[in-house]
């Protein structure tokens, strides 16, 4: 099947869907009286992407029907019209009913018939769009200033009401579409309601308060063991949401968190696997200095204990390895040792001899294009960085020695310039150097407190480390 990107009928939220059987077969009836004698595609849901059906030919009046004697799993789906246009919808226990809409504007003009709860669902969807608009349009007006005091006033009384319009269409939605698949749907996408005990954000107490009961209840609405929800993007894009916008990117904390909704999921092996996956992928290559403990965390202690049996052997073992040479340089871990650096007269250097306080240590090559322009923009901070207490290591990563002296000479680069010609695959492998530049700051007991930073963060971050500290 292939994968039809999209996007959602409203941008703020994004759909969900079930999956299960119903005692009946599904037939679809579909009227775009401005579509005759074109095709038609049928595709579902599964997270934030939707996969193709069937297609089929309208006839001359602009009429179709999908059917089967089996009913399709449970879940959104979406009719994709020639110019790339759709309309969006349902298929919840009862998968016999009719569509109606116009190719020029799906969405617009979209109608039921035999499916209450799609109707129901069309009518909140249209009820709550407006009052986005609206809500943006006086926004915009507010953030324009120029209004007089009355206005302002006018305006945020406004805001206030359609606040309270919201609320009362996500509860009533909610209650008359109880049991459904829309009504699940809306209930996992509502925003969370903070309490007005916690005060107004105009402190950074309240602000923090505000925060912690956002963060506590966000999965609130959200059975993560309905499998049903799989065939929507509620759950992947509650993931999202939660592990980018808010829980902090703090290693330890993302692991605790990351435990609790993957023991929430537990229970139900379909869910329990996308959530394992879309965890161990979202950290595989993390964007966040020092999240690659949660890839490590997630892989020691579900994928290679025993708890993931849809990954076959081969990939267990490209995992393990993975692991292997990652766990070594986690934030906090101590520097593995190297061994056979010696330095331009080839006299040994041991970097537990070093004495400063810090230590970075850079791995270059001379014939690198990127390190050509990074080394000396680093060395141009060597200076301000030695009266910090820091001493940088530069190590070439290359055994040709008349090129790297060279460059040494050309740039005069009079930090402790370091080489190993006898192990040098065995550095690169340590530090995973194999593309260059890289760098890692040591503490004073050599352990790993920053790494793969820009040289132009390394200033940056030794200021703010060392004002916490």
């Known amino acids: 099947m292939k994968p039809i990107r999209f996007s959602f009928l409203i941008t703020l939220i994004i759909c969900f869907s079930s999956s299960g059987l119903a005692g009946q077969g599904f037939r679809i009836s579909l009227f775009v009286p401005d579509l005759p004698n074109k095709e038609v595609i049928l595709s579902h849901r599964m997270g934030l992407k939707f996969y193709t059906d069937d297609t089929i030919k309208t006839d001359i009046n602009g009429s179709a029907v999908f059917e089967g004697i089996n009913p399709m799993p449970e879940g959104m789906y979406q009719m994709v019209f020639p110019d790339k246009k759709f309309a969006e919808f349902f298929l919840d226990k009862n998968q016999i009913f009719s569509i109606s809409t116009r190719a020029k504007a799906p969405a617009d003009s979209l109608s039921f018939s035999g499916s209450p709860e799609n109707s129901r669902f069309q009518e909140w969807q249209q009820k709550y769009a407006a009052n986005r608009i609206r809500n943006s349009l006086i926004q915009n007006r507010l953030k324009n200033g120029n209004l007089a005091p009355d206005s302002t006033q006018l305006l945020n009384k406004e805001l206030q009401q359609i606040q309270k319009s919201n609320n009362h269409l996500w509860d009533s939605a909610i209650h008359d579409l109880a049991g459904t698949l829309p009504g699940n749907f809306i209930k996992g996408m509502k925003p969370v309601r903070i309490p007005e005990s916690l005060g107004k954000p105009d402190t950074q107490d ?33 993931l999202d949401q939660y592990f980018k916008q808010v829980v902090p990117p703090i290693p330890d904390t993302i692991i605790q968190e990351a435990r609790q909704i993957i023991e929430r999921s537990k229970p ?139 460059f040494i000479t050309d740039k005069q680069l009079s930090w402790i310039n370091v080489y190993s010609p006898q192990k040098v695959r065995d550095m690169i492998e340590k530090y995973q150097a194999f593309t260059t530049p890289i760098l890692y700051i040591l503490d004073a007991e050599r352990r790993i407190i920053a790494k793969n930073i820009s040289v132009d963060q390394v200033k940056p971050f030794f200021i703010q480390y060392l004002a916490g500290h």
């Open 268 to 406: 139900a092996k379909n869910m329990y696997q996308f959530v394992v996956q879309y965890l161990f992928n979202l950290y595989t290559d993390p964007e966040i200095m020092g999240t690659d403990a949660v890839y490590v965390y997630i892989a020691e202690n579900y994928y290679l204990t025993g708890q993931t049996p849809w990954i076959d052997s081969a990939n267990l073992r490209g995992i393990r390895y993975r692991v292997k040479e990652l766990k070594p340089l986690l934030l906090g871990t101590v520097a593995p040792v190297l061994e056979g650096l010696v330095n331009t007269d080839e006299q040994p250097v041991e970097i537990k001899d070093i004495k400063s306080k810090y230590l970075i240590l850079y791995f270059w090559s001379p014939d690198c294009g990127f390190c050509k322009e990074a080394t000396p923009k680093l060395h141009s901070q060597y200076a301000d960085l030695k009266q910090m207490g820091i001493e940088i290591v530069a190590l070439n990563t290359r055994i040709d020695k008349n090129l790297w002296i060279n």
């Open 206 to 238: 309240n602000q923090m308060k505000q925060y912690q009961f956002v963060r506590a209840h966000f999965f609130d609405g959200v059975d993560l063991t309905d499998e049903k929800l799989l065939r929507t993007p509620l759950i992947e894009t509650k």
